[in-house]
């Protein structure tokens, strides 16, 4: 799962869009009358940041049902006529989840200014709303790795029963924003916790440039998170459908014994993948 829910509305209080694609949003789904709170709460928000002349670029929500050290984030954006409410994992980057809802304004939202600044309410389309989802739910770079998942799969079992073995414990690619669109060997809801356990440390890694970070919390294993950039690009014009320029990275995630030598596994893995994915 990438992003786990939006809402958009307008400036003024005009709802457009309200989805959400993960369990951790059950409540805002069943919750009768949630567009109107979420709209009634996006207002109240902007109104306040106004008055007190403060930007407000997150929030955090957690659970009072069940205990969930991390919770989720709503990462909140002004643009155009419009406030946006994105709902996501706290290791994803902000920035980059602000990066497609800029996508998302210029491809789908700008053609309906007129209509909100008169009051009216657009109806989007389906390819409209089916646009928002897959450059939300990175589903270029997902259809890519999903076609080669069984050859990312014996690329890891291969590293980590032959070359390294007793030090891997987990791996993941990363869309450019952190969103997890792969995970082997450990499941994803452990590869979660030692993303979150890390923050958004690499958010600004470069291309062969590598992170790692000593991760011990409570009901997890002390374990080393190693982050890689390798390199492999997805055009930006593919993931909006029309001529742009650029590209968004993604991501290689290691979980690995404490004590290994992380150099070697990083480098079996970089050559092993980008030789699947490129």
């Not at 155009?80 to 210029?106: A, N, R």
Request: charged share 20%; proline share 5%.
């Amino acid at each position: 799962m990438a992003i786990l829910g939006i809402s958009i509305q307008s400036n003024t209080g005009i709802p457009l869009i309200l989805d959400s694609w993960s369990e951790k949003l059950a409540a805002f789904r069943e919750g009768e009358g949630t567009p109107i709170l979420i709209c009634g709460f996006l207002s109240a928000l902007s109104s306040f940041a106004k008055s007190y002349r403060q930007k407000i670029s997150y929030i955090r929500l957690n659970p009072v049902d069940f205990n969930d050290p991390y919770g989720i984030d709503g990462v909140y954006s002004f643009i155009g006529e419009y406030m946006v409410l994105c709902f996501t994992d706290p290791f994803q980057f902000h920035k980059m989840v602000d990066l497609k809802i800029q996508w998302i304004y210029s491809k789908v939202l700008t053609k309906y200014e007129q209509m909100i600044k008169t009051g009216r309410v657009p109806t989007l389309t389906e390819e409209e709303h089916l646009f928002i989802e897959k450059v939300l739910m990175d589903s270029v770079a997902a259809d890519i790795i999903s076609r080669k998942k069984e050859q990312l799969r014996v690329a890891v079992d291969y590293i980590k029963e032959k070359e390294f073995p007793g030090d891997i414990y987990g791996c993941a690619i990363t869309s450019f924003d952190n969103s997890i669109l792969f995970n082997h060997v450990m499941e994803r809801i452990e590869i979660e916790a030692y993303l979150n356990s890390i923050g958004s440390k690499g958010s600004s890694l470069q291309d062969s440039e590598i992170l790692h970070n000593y991760v011990t919390f409570p009901g997890l294993e002390p374990r080393l998170v190693v982050m890689t950039n390798p390199g492999v690009k997805i055009p930006i014009a593919d993931i909006i459908e029309e001529p742009g320029e650029g590209a968004v990275p993604l991501y290689y995630y290691l979980i690995t014994d404490a004590n290994c030598s992380i150099g070697p596994i990083v480098e079996s893995l970089v050559q092993k993948f980008n030789a699947v994915l490129l």
